[in-house]
């Protein structure tokens, strides 16, 4: 597993061991057994070029992240934050709007007690006012998670929440006219 942090140059052919690897990685990483920080794994899946896998390969990961993320949804406390596989996730696949759309349809308590946890993960460590994900920044999450936490599931966070997202947002656009 040392190869998800090994830097991909220390390797004469870095994509095809992350290939041969991925099964046992992801497999790891779903458990919550691989102890590597979702912004290292979602870069290390780039760079390892997944979407240029053969489409067996390409489709049964792109399934896993379906299935990862309904499974987390529908349990909490779950053994990966939804936070975390959603950065992992978003990233690798270079959007946001499939999977809360998934999010958006899943009306479970489970999914609620995740969505608070995302926003205040997200929120008070990260800044959601220029949220990048993946360790080199590679996707920039806050366009499409704003317009979904302003509308598609505004009514299932709590008024505590919504009053510091309205600060956060309002802080923001003053910054943006402003500067």
Sequence with gaps: MAT????????SDFPGL???MAPRILRA???DELHVFPNVLATR??????????AP?????????HAWLRAIL???PSSVPASDALEVIAAVTGTLRPWLDIWSDTLTPAADRHLADLVGVWNSEWGMEDLRLGAMDEFHATPELTAWLQGAVWNRLGRTQQDE???MWRIHASRITYA
């Design 4 to 11: 998800v942090l090994e830097i991909p140059s220390h390797c």
């Design 18 to 20: 992350f290939r041969r």
């Design 29 to 31: 990483a779903v458990t």
């Design 45 to 54: 899946i780039l760079e390892a070029g997944w979407q240029q896998w053969p």
């Design 57 to 65: 390969q390409r489709d049964a990961v792109n399934g896993l992240w």
């Design 74 to 76: 529908h349990r909490y």
């Design 165 to 167: 997202l309205s600060r």
